[in-house]
């Protein structure tokens, strides 16, 4: 199992991002994906998750602001973030689960500066 992520870069506070990741190899139709992001000198934390029947889960400092999507067909979640914060800065983690199997991106750096 691989995940692609794409998406991260600068914004100003305020602005928009939105971060796709798709999974490829043997995926399981049961399975959570979703997006963790570790900030400098913290713990990796999650951010959103979605289930394949659609359930979703977010840590409270983004809820209404961040939004997380997924299509099925493709293997594909993307996790849209608006009114974003310097404190929203950090790498963020696409992530699978699936048969209690963990498994990662790369990581894409998100980064909200003026």
């Known amino acids: 199992v691989q995940l692609a992520e794409s998406g991260g870069g600068l914004v100003q506070p305020g602005g928009s991002l939105r971060l796709p990741c798709a999974a490829s190899?043997?995926?399981?139709?049961?399975?959570?994906m979703g997006w963790y992001r570790q900030a400098p000198g913290k713990q990796r934390e999650l951010v959103a998750r979605?289930?394949?029947?659609?359930?979703?889960t977010f840590v409270s400092s983004v809820k209404g602001r961040f939004t997380i999507s997924r299509d099925n067909a493709k293997n594909t979640v993307s996790l849209q973030m608006n009114s974003l914060k310097p404190e929203d800065t950090a790498l963020y983690y696409c992530?699978?689960?699936?048969?209690?199997?963990?498994?990662w991106g790369q990581g894409t750096q998100v980064t909200v500066s003026s």
């Open positions: 992530n699978l689960v699936m048969l209690n199997s963990n498994y």
């Open positions: 190899g043997s995926i399981l139709r049961i399975n959570t």
């Open positions: 979605i289930t394949s029947g659609g359930s979703t």
